[in-house]
Each structure stands twice: as structure tokens, then as C-alpha cells.
């Protein structure tokens, strides 16, 4: 069974600190995914990479970096938190296309910035 | 306006009856996903689909690119069956899903 492990699950951080919030996947999957999800706005994807050493921008990356520095890890920075980034952040693997692409989820981490 | 529309936004049903849940398309789809978010925060992937049917248990989804929809039928809802289904569709071939709203659906006994 494909695996995708968050950490840490939970997290308070002081507005202005940083936060790091990291991805583990054994599934041997090129693509990876940070998403962000809000009552109210379903799932908006922030950052992806196709494979090691790569990061794109995806439609809300602003106040926020990515990092794949392997295959199995992909990490989404917060340099400088906000109480706006309050909110439960999902990371995905997504295999290739003749595998049929399917994405896999961690199980979330909880963010709240005071 | 929504790329991706999901009808109904909420739902709510007897154990053992069945549903049916609709995602239409303002884009060129070429695939489509369906998840299911339990009650507990957790994301499953329920399908993945290039146009055409599968169908996996009381689980049956088709998707039709022509006509720009998919559907997820559920047969003989179970209380377990209860959370929010998102349907998500790629459209550039560019590993990359825009998501629905979802729909909440509620199983009572």
C-alpha cells in the first residue's frame, strides 16, 4: 500500500517564526504535492515537483517555499508564518501516467499561527 | 466561474439506498480523480479515470470527456460511506488537478 507520512501532525507557531512542515513517501513516485485546505475553499495546491531537485509554483505559492531534495522527501517552508496561514496542509504523491497517476495523501498537518 | 462544479454541495441519505454524485466540467478534461475525505480528516482515492467506467464494489464512476461530466454512483449506502467526495480533473496533461468543492454526503441508520 502506497505511504505518505507528514510531520508533524500538529503544529502551534508564533507569527514571524519559521515553520517547516515534512513529506515522506515510499511509494517511489516522481510527483509530489503541498496543498492547503480551508473551510470554505476545498483543496488549493501551494507547491509540486516533478522528481528531485525540481519545485513549481502552484496557485498560492506566495508567503511560502518547497524542497525536494530526494525522491522520497518533499518539505514546505514557512520563512516567516502568519496567522492567514492558519490552516490543515496536505502533502500527495502522484505516480506516473502508464501507472495511472493516482494520488496518494498524508494524513494532513494541522497549523495554527498565534 | 467554477472549472470544476460538484452537484450536490450536500446530501443526505437512508443507510441502503443509493446516490448519485455529478461533477461537471468548464475545461478540457482528460482525466479525472475521486476522493473521499472521512470524517476524520483523511483523503482516499476512490478512482482514477480516463473517459470511460470502473466500478469497484458498491463504487461506480464514468466519465464522459465529450460531454464534459463524471458521475459517482454509490449503491447501498453505508454508514461508513458517510464524508465528502471531491472529484478533481486534469487538463493539460500536466500532472495537475483542479479540485471541486466536494460534496458532504450524510448516511443515517
Known amino acids: 500500500e502506497a505511504a505518505v507520512t507528514q510531520s508533524p501532525r500538529n503544529k502551534v507557531a508564533v507569527t514571524g517564526g519559521k515553520v517547516t512542515l515534512s513529506c515522506n513517501q515510499t511509494?517511489?513516485?516522481?510527483?509530489m504535492y503541498w496543498y492547503r485546505q480551508d473551510t470554505g475553499h476545498g483543496l488549493r495546491l501551494i507547491h509540486y515537483s516533478y522528481g528531485a531537485g525540481s519545485t513549481e509554483k502552484g496557485d498560492i505559492p506566495d508567503g511560502y517555499k518547497a524542497s525536494r531534495p530526494s525522491q522520497e522527501n518533499f518539505s514546505l517552508i514557512l520563512e516567516l508564518a502568519t496567522p492567514s496561514q492558519t490552516s490543515v496542509y496536505f502533502c500527495?504523491?502522484?505516480?506516473?501516467?502508464?501507472?495511472?497517476?493516482?494520488?496518494?495523501f498524508g494524513e494532513g498537518s494541522r497549523l495554527i499561527v498565534v | 466561474g467554477d472549472k470544476v462544479k460538484q452537484s450536490p454541495s450536500a446530501l443526505s441519505l437512508q443507510e441502503g439506498t443509493n446516490s448519485a454524485l455529478r461533477c461537471n466540467f468548464s475545461i478540457a478534461a482528460t482525466t479525472v480523480q475521486w476522493f473521499l475525505q472521512n470524517p476524520r480528516g483523511s483523503l482516499m482515492n476512490l478512482f482514477y479515470l480516463v473517459p470511460g467506467t470502473k466500478e469497484n464494489g458498491r463504487l461506480k464512476s464514468a466519465f464522459d470527456s465529450k460531454e464534459s461530466y463524471s458521475t459517482l454512483h454509490i449503491r447501498d449506502a453505508q454508514l461508513e460511506d458517510s464524508g465528502t467526495y471531491f472529484c478533481?480533473?486534469?487538463?493539460?496533461?500536466?500532472?495537475?488537478?483542479?479540485w471541486g468543492s466536494g460534496t458532504k454526503l450524510i448516511i443515517k441508520p
Open positions: 478533481a480533473a486534469e487538463a493539460d496533461s500536466n500532472y495537475q488537478l483542479i
Open positions: 511509494n517511489n513516485h516522481n510527483n
Open positions: 500527495a504523491s502522484g505516480g506516473s501516467r502508464d501507472r495511472g497517476w493516482t494520488l496518494y
